[in-house]
């Protein structure tokens, strides 16, 4: 059976549940509640497991804090054996409208420093990464009070439709690969 690492980035605690920058936990919850999942509570992370047409997923949110992820993934990547072209790494992109969905298969860290650290720890820019539009609808300065602020009721109405293509995009990426999802999902 193969095995894929699919990690949601954010930060822990619950002043931060309902904010921009973890959108990597939303994702996961999302897919979670539809599958009727639970995450339980283990080394560097809360961890789901899930079983799709001969897929084994293990959902990863790591809690070590957004700047610190990398640690978590590399230490789950060991314990589950699990290859570098099986990880995808959900995290939020200022760079992308809000609700767009990109996946890559390599480049920059983007300013991201959850990026920048799973970059460091894997030594590598060639991992494939989810990025979910979160916009750049704030003024000069403000940029961390609104990647860590909450959801707009606006962007709030819109949210739970691109959590459903979201869902969508992961199991697309472990039946289909990587080529293939990218050209069907990305720019939605």
Known sequence: MKKYLIVGLGNIGSDYVNTRHNIGFKVLDHLAKQEDLNFETRKLGDVAEYKFKGRQFILLKPNTY???????????????????????????????????????????????????????????????????????????GRQVDYVLGEWTPEENAKLGERLDKSVELIKSFAMAGVNITMNTFNGQ
Do not use: C
């Open 66 to 140: 957004m700047n610190l992820s990398g640690k978590a993934i590399v230490y789950w990547m060991a314990k589950e054996n699990i290859p570098l072209e099986n990880v995808l790494v959900i995290t939020d992109d200022l760079n992308l409208p809000f609700g767009t969905i990109r996946l890559k298969t390599k480049g920059s860290a983007g300013g991201h420093n959850g990026l920048k650290d799973t970059q460091d720890k894997l030594q590598t820019t060639n991992y494939n990464r989810f990025r979910f539009g979160i916009s750049n609808a704030f003024s000069k």
